[in-house]
């Protein structure tokens, strides 16, 4: 499958803990970003890496919130210290660099903090 | 900056016609549309860019009005597997790249 893929699909976790998802773009795009869903909502923009570079991080992205993307290939989210408020669908999506390309998404992971 | 888009559901028979429409307020490059079925991702329909242009599937249609920086998604002859949310993103003249999405629309499509 050469399709965006995300890992874990699921995550539940205790208010106060970290965690860690990632992201494996397809192979030749060089644009990766991150999105968040919650129920009823369209994706809100997190923020988004050219190669290894990330380009522009959204308000909504809190200090607790860091994004990797380290050889310009697969991309990691970490959220530190959990809160009710962070459970979501989070969203990776890959595309070519350049305005008017295609953006792919893959399956998501859904976290949910107890 | 989030679009708006319109109706927020509507129920067809199968074989039906509907429109989705999707505006923003700001200058618009290219709008984007998307469709996603309950507990998966957004799938990709079309692309439209600003000077005409369009990407994306071959049985569904869309128009951009770059003046009025508005969208419609037409879906024609609806048949059961056109049923999710319909989301239209938004990418903005400035070049910032990343697509801001509208709440989205609900289509159900019955037999």
């Known amino acids: 499958d050469t399709g965006v893929s995300q890992n874990p699909r699921h995550k539940i976790t205790k208010r106060g803990q970290n965690v860690t998802f990632r992201c494996d773009p397809i192979?030749?795009?060089?644009?990766l970003y991150w999105y968040r869903q919650t129920l009823g909502q369209g994706p809100e923009f997190l923020t988004y890496f050219q190669n290894e570079a990330q380009l522009e991080k959204s308000r909504l992205l809190s200090d607790r919130f860091s994004a990797e993307r380290p050889k310009g290939s697969f991309s990691t989210l970490e959220i530190q210290r959990t809160e009710q408020g962070d459970s979501a669908m989070y969203l990776c999506?890959?595309?070519?660099?350049?305005?008017?390309?295609?953006?792919?998404f893959g399956q998501g992971t859904r976290l949910t903090v107890v | 900056q989030q679009p708006v888009q319109s109706p927020q559901a509507v129920i067809l028979r199968e074989g039906e016609d509907a429109v989705i429409n999707c505006s923003s307020s700001k200058a618009l490059y290219s709008v984007h549309w998307y469709r996603q079925k309950h507990g998966e991702a957004p799938v990709f329909l079309m692309i439209?860019?600003?000077?005409?242009e369009q990407k994306g599937h071959e049985k569904i249609s869309a128009s951009f009005n770059e003046k009025k920086q508005q969208s419609s998604l037409y879906l024609t002859a609806s048949q059961l597997s056109y049923s999710g949310t319909y989301f239209c993103g938004t990418e903005l003249q400035t070049g910032a790249n990343n697509l801001f999405f509208g709440t989205g629309t609900r289509l159900t499509v019955i037999p």
């Open positions: 192979s030749e795009h060089n644009r």
């Open positions: 999506a890959s595309s070519l660099a350049g305005q008017g390309t295609e953006a792919f």
């Open positions: 439209l860019l600003k000077g005409g």
